[in-house]
């Protein structure tokens, strides 16, 4: 079988949210974003104000249509949150 061709670690409705009491994974639901620009924006301000270590994108969601966001192996530097922040302010600019 080769359809694993767009396979992704976090394509799915739900995260990571902790371990239960009898090492279960508990998750939790995604948000969802109707468009790749709402959830484009949301990633941006995540990357650029959140306090997350790991560089956030946006993807669509093979099994709900949607778009969430995920996390990416990537380490946000401080140089990757100015450039975000600028993209936000371009981003709102354009509305
Ligand atoms: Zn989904």
Not at 30 to 41: C, I, L, M, P, T
Not at 44 to 70: E, F, R
Request: aromatic residues 12%; positive net charge; contains cysteine.
């Amino acid at each position: 079988m080769s359809g694993n061709k767009f396979k992704q670690t976090n394509m799915k409705c739900t995260t990571f949210k902790y371990i239960g009491e009898n090492g279960e994974k508990i998750e939790k639901p995604k948000k969802q974003f109707n468009s790749e620009e709402e959830a484009f924006k949301q990633a941006c301000y995540y990357n650029a104000y959140g306090n997350t270590i790991h560089k956030l994108s946006a993807y669509k969601c093979w099994s709900c249509g949607k778009w969430h966001i995920g996390r990416t192996p990537h380490v946000l530097t401080q140089e990757d949150r100015e450039k975000y922040k600028q993209r936000l302010a371009e981003l709102s600019k354009n509305r």
